[in-house]
């Protein structure tokens, strides 16, 4: 089955404990990315990657990194988790066709709250 | 800063009706337009893609593109309750990175 992946789906941590999101895609895409989602500010992107040891900051990369070493895997990365972290986060990948990207799949969503 | 804006309601219709939903793009360039629908807490689904100027229908959703007046559009016809969710519009260029509008939210009142 085509999908997106996320581990975990949810977590509780603590304020500067080191913690990794993984997502992983079967698709063979080219593009991936990470989006936090919050009440009422809709979909925000953290990062992304057009391919394999590419990657770009999105809208609100501040406190996350991300490596793109395989296609298949994009972890989010927070080194010193805070509060204002806490956050739905939502993997995302999609395939490049003719130039252009076709529609992102999403994951199920990574629900984390920092302590 | 490529832009796509949304209004962000709620958009309230009866059940029955048709919902009419917004989206305006600022680059020019954009060529792939995208309508996800979000249930609270879940992920976004895709609802319609559309790449060329005009309609496309898919049982009860027709998405409309106009690049000359840059704007897209959702509309879903004998809208049910379980239509009731947030509505995403999605858009990217040629190579180019997605950009999202902040989403509207539709209710549909039995």
């Known amino acids: 089955e085509a999908q997106v992946t996320q581990n975990p789906r949810y977590l509780i941590t603590v304020t500067g404990k080191k913690l990794t999101v993984t997502c992983s895609q079967n698709m063979n895409h080219e593009y991936m990315s990470w989006y936090r989602q919050d009440p009422g500010l809709g979909l925000r992107q953290i990062y992304y990657s057009m391919n394999v040891e590419v990657t770009d900051k999105g809208d609100v990369p501040e406190g996350y990194k991300v490596s793109r070493k395989e296609k298949r895997n994009f972890p989010l990365i927070l080194e010193s988790p805070s509060p204002n972290q806490t956050s739905l986060y939502f993997c995302?990948?999609?395939?490049?066709?003719?130039?252009?990207?076709?529609?992102?799949?999403f994951g199920p969503g990574t629900r984390l709250t920092v302590l | 800063q490529k832009e796509v804006e949304q209004n962000s309601g709620p958009l309230s219709v009866p059940e029955g009706a048709i919902a009419s939903l917004n989206c305006t793009y600022s680059?020019?360039?954009?060529?792939?337009f995208f309508w996800y629908r979000q249930y609270s807490g879940k992920s976004p689904e895709l609802i319609m893609s559309?790449?060329?100027?005009g309609d496309k229908e898919d049982g009860r959703f027709t998405a409309q593109l106009n690049k000359a007046s840059q704007y897209v559009s959702l509309l879903i016809r004998d809208s049910q309750p379980s239509d009731s969710a947030t509505y995403l519009c999605a858009v990217t260029g040629d190579g180019q990175n997605f950009v999202f509008g902040p989403g509207t939210r539709l209710s549909v009142l039995p």
């Open positions: 995302a990948s999609s395939s490049l066709s003719g130039g252009t990207y076709n529609e992102q799949f």
């Open positions: 559309i790449y060329s100027n």
């Open positions: 680059d020019r360039g954009s060529q792939s």
